[in-house]
Structures are given as structure tokens and as C-alpha cells.
């Protein structure tokens, strides 16, 4: 039977495929929010965007820092909030890209 | 640009009865869901509700949300299925439908999206056959595929309990559910309908980690400590060709967030939550929320939250004035309160019920010995349900005015016509004959399986977990409309087993299974 992959280590975030080591490393060197994990490992920047992993990595994080799970908050969410075609955005231009120009720039520019 | 006064992000219960109650005094109300069908997650749902008359107790789940659609549409609703929402930007939503954006100006927005599935990590999770429980439901039950043939489940919550059950009746195993937890945490009626059709529940159990090549084939659990570490060699190594995790729900807030509004964390809610007031008005004016975004709850208290918010929109938009806006609330919050009875906080029978004149307690019932059929009610948990009292036209099952008391019997009126058979969600009443015949003893089962044992059958008959007793003989089989779908199976048993007997299994059960529904 194939255990390859458990053996790499157990997989925290299927979509990027980052392990709870790896997850644990990030904390270790000094990651203390969702965001700043995910900005190290990629973990919850894919397709699923954290929708899976998010919790299990709040848990990993509570434990390794002792930051209380209530503290703890999402990785933050911009538009779009589900994968939507480039060239339907394109089209929208007229409609909404005033709206979007501020919303994504102010987004972006944290 | 599409304009509306009420626009409504989810048509699960709790959007669909916000849309109903802001439209039947007049709003103008457009309901947006990514799914191509109307009703959330009711769709799937093929169980019978809890609850009282006024919750559509009784009805499952899925005619419960066409109701609900359609009553919505001949209000003039309008649902746009499809559409997804994927943003909002200086106060409007941003929508997509067929490739196509459109930007939505809302006076009033409610917020119903619902949860999503909690996951589990543990070696393996990700092979192939490895799949939340709710994602199995959708595959039996929406698209008629069965996820696999071997199942394990993972937690014995109601979700875990209803979809073992549901898998049951579409044709897999289900090998066992596990929890890690020492006690089942949903209804024990649910647990006792996978239990006595042989489904063990291995409490203190966890998974430790899945095996297989393409799919997982294998599943290792172990049991666990209270605090949930593994206790070193308890391991156990079992075939299975899928794992359901039913290890809870999380609230979909992420508009909520990216509204900005102000969110609290509640574990015993699954998470962030926004906070709001009686309106169910966010800290946002005019944003307010429903259902299980606003926590994890239940159906009919999703709805009861969709009427609130409804209402409360359509007030601050002058459709209703507010002393009857203020009654349609309370009568909502009223429901409220009936249907968040803590099971383990509901008031228990006094002394004096116990022993009222002709009225006498479940447990009491199995000492009489009259002739003919009298209902066998095993609801033993105080659970927020009374379809039991309402269907009794001789008044014979009181339930009373608070809803988890537990069904007391009065057994001078009853004639045995089994209409609480079929009336009671949980499956949990039995018709008992223990004089039959000489020999024999007849009980009368409420039967949710294909295909119908036949008049004449010999079944193997089972008890309260699913052992085999002796065997049955099949009395009659009666589907009738009202019980929509349950029929009641009565079989001939020996005497001495008419007290252990409470499932049967057909013998021909592995040849034409198919599910219910």
C-alpha cells in the first residue's frame, strides 16, 4: 500500500499541498496570523482558498503559540469570493470599474 | 444594474423564509444562490423533521423546502438560481451569472449562506474515497451516486447519525461511526435507527490514519482519552472503500466579513459569528443575517431567524407597521425558544405526572398486558418534537405545551391504528401485540427500506443494536400516503422476544437495494 505521502508528512492544505511541519515552521519562525502562514506556505491560497484548512491551521496555531482560538482570525477575504472567468471581469469593466479600481487598490495596498 | 429593495444571498431555509415573510407585505425581494436548485441543503434532506406542527414536523426535509420555493415564487419572489455573489462594493453586491457580472443595488441585503463542512487532517485525508459527509448526502441523494460500498463514518453529531442512516437506505455498509467524544452528541432516536439496523457507534474512537493506493482502502481508528490524544496500542485496521467526516460546520461569513461588519467568536456556534440584534441587523445598518451563517443550528430555527430578519427588513423599509411587525417577531422568537430547549436542560416529568390516572410513563407501558396493539414509544430524550400528540385523534399521546417533554400515553382511547407510528420523525414508536396468538406476538415497525418485505416473508428480526433475535414472519406491509414514503411492517415473532425485537432485515436485502426516496 502506498504511504508515500503520509510519510512526507501529514497534509494541512490539499489545494497547495503544505504539510502541518511545514505549517509549524512558519509559526516557529515567526508567523502569528493566518495571513502571515499563508503568505509563507501558500497554505489556503489555493482554489478552496482556506475553506478547508483554515480551521486546522487556527488549531495549529493556538497550540503552538498559546494564542486564544477567539483571537484568532481569517486569513481576510477580498473579491472575488469564488473563482469567476477573467473574461467575464473584463466585461464588467464598464459597469463596475470604477467601483473596482478603488476596492482592489485599497485592498491590495494594506 | 439590477434594482431591488430587499436582496437576499442564499436560498437555503433561512433565505427563502426571510423572502416569504419581507414579500407578503409587499417588499420587492430577489433572492441570488450559487446552487441550480432552490432550498439549500433541504434538498438532500430525506429524513422527517422534529418539531411541532407549525415547523412542518412530520415532513422531510425536501418537500419542506419546495413548500418553501414555492410559496416564495407565488409571492412574487424572484429567485435567480446560478448566480453567484462574489463581492460588494460601495454598498452593492457584485453577482455572476452565465459569465455575465451584475451589479446589484439593494436598500436592505440579508445574508443566508449557510456553512460549510468542517475537515479532519489525519495521514491519508486526501486519497480519494475521503469525503465530508454532507458532500456523501449530495452524491446519493442529488445526484443518485453512491459514494461507496464500505462507509465509515466519522461523528456522531445528527449529521453523522442521519447520513449513516441515509446511506443505510441507499445500499452501503456502513461499518461503524466513530466520535471521538464519550458521548453520541445527536438525537438518540437517530442513533437508534442506524444502531438496531446494525451500525455499531464507537464512541472514545478516532481516526489515526487512512491506507490505500488509488482510494483508500484501509482506515486505522483508535481510541482516544478525554483530551483526544490516542491511547498507544488500541489501534484497529478496517476495510473501507470511503470515510464520511461529519465533524461539524463552520458559518460562511466571508461576505459578512468583506461587508466589514463586526464579528464575535462563538465555539458552541462554529466559529465567527457577526454580532447582531433582535432584527438580526448586523453592526452594518441594513445588513442582516439568517441561518447557520449567524450559527450553526438547525433548519427550522433557520427559518424562524429568516422570518425575523424578513420582517425586521421590511419594517425599516415602511412595508409593515411595527406593533405588527413586533407580533410576527415574538411569535418567531417564541419558536425560538421551543426549538433551542437544550435537550439536557429540558424539564423533566414531575412525580405527579408520572403517576396521573390512565396516564403512565414509556417506560411503564411494558408492563401491561392487554390484548390488541399498543404503541411502544422509545423517545427517552427530551428533544423538541410533538407530531406524536398532534396525529392521535383520540388525544391519547400528550407531549403538553412545552415541546421537549416527553410523550405521555393514555392508553383507555387507544386503538392501535398506528398513525403515531407513522407520525413520529425519530422513527421511535413500535406497535407491540402480545397476544397474537397462542405463541406468537406481532409487532408493527416503521420501515424506511427498499424494497418492502412481502406479506408471508420470513425476515431475520433484530434487536435494539442490530443483533439477530429469531425470525419473523411478515403480517402485512402498509404504505399508506400519509406516511409519506414510511411504511409499517408487521411481523410475527415469538412471545418471549416481543420486548427485544425492533428491526428486521429482509433477507433478500442485498439483491435490489435501492435508495428510499
Known sequence: MDNSKNEQGKLVCRCEEVTEEEVRQAIK???????????????GMGLCQGRSCSKIISLILAEETGISIDKIEPAGYRPPLRPIAISALAKAKKKIGKKLKYKFSSAYNE | MIETEIAIVGAGPAGLAAACESAQVGSKVIVFDENNHPGGQLVKQIHKFFGSKEHLAGVRGIDIGKKLYKRALSLGVEVRLGTVVWGYFENQLAVVFNNQVEVVSAKKIIVATGALENTLSFPGWTLPGIMGAGGAQTLMNLYRILPGKKVLMVGAGNVGLIIAYQLLQAGAEVIAVVEAAPKIGGYKVHADKILRNGVPILTGHTVKEALGKERVEKVIIAQVRSDFSIIPETEREIDADTICLAVGLTPLTELLWLMECEMRYESDLGGFIPVRNKNM????SGIYIAGDVAGIEEASIAMEEGRIAGIAAAESLGHIISDKARMIKNRAEESLLQLRLNPSFAPRMTEKNKTNNGIIKNSQIEILNRNGSIPIIECNECIPCNPCETVCLFGCIQVGTTITNLPLLNLDKCTGCGQCVLACPGLAI???????????AAITLPYEFLPLPKKGEKVIALDRNGSKVCEGEVLNVILTKKGDRTALVKIAIPKEHADKVRSIKTTRLDSGKEGEN
Open chain 1, 29 to 43: 519562525d515567526g508567523a502569528k496570523t493566518l495571513r502571515e502562514i499563508k503568505m509563507i506556505t501558500r497554505a
Open chain 2, 430 to 440: 413500535f406497535l407491540l401485540d402480545r397476544n397474537y396468538s397462542k405463541d406468537e
Open chain 2, 281 to 284: 441587523e448586523t453592526s452594518i
